[in-house]
Structure formats: structure tokens, C-alpha cells
């Protein structure tokens, strides 16, 4: 009977539940990061990507107008 007079609360369930939320931690500091640093990767507007067109001359500034009153509405 060596060693088996004690018993973890826990066993299995503990070590399982302790790796999600270490995970979990790492994720929302991940997160947290991203959105300090400004926007979190793929969430441009729409407005934004008109924008972007725009400055790479993409469309014409007539266009740009247009589609800019569009995404206003």
C-alpha cells in the first residue's frame, strides 16, 4: 500500500483544467497585445480598403466619392 493512501482532488481533471487556462492566458494577452498595437490583422473597413485603393490609385478621386457616400449610408 505504498503511495496510495493519498488522493489528489483532482487528478486528470486538474491537469486539464490548469492547461486551459494557461492557454487561455496566453490568448488574451496575445490579444490584448494585438489591440494595443492598433487594429487586430483582418479587420480592415470597408472604408478602410476604399481608402487604401485610393491612395495606391486604384480608382479616381470622382469614384472614390461615390463609393464613400455608398458606405456612409
Known amino acids: ?3 496510495f493512501g493519498y488522493y489528489q482532488p483532482f487528478g ?8 486551459v487556462v494557461i ?4 490568448a488574451l494577452i496575445v490579444r490584448w497585445v494585438a489591440r ?3 487594429k487586430l490583422p483582418g479587420t480592415n473597413t470597408a472604408l478602410d480598403i476604399l ?6 490609385g ?5 469614384e472614390f466619392e461615390e463609393k464613400k457616400k455608398d458606405l456612409e449610408k
Open 58 to 62: 486604384e480608382i479616381g478621386k470622382h
Open 36 to 38: 494595443a498595437n492598433g
Open 12 to 19: 486528470a481533471l486538474g491537469m486539464i483544467l490548469s492547461w
Open 23 to 26: 492557454i487561455a492566458v496566453i
Open 51 to 56: 481608402k487604401e485603393r485610393y491612395a495606391k
Open 1 to 3: 500500500m505504498m503511495g
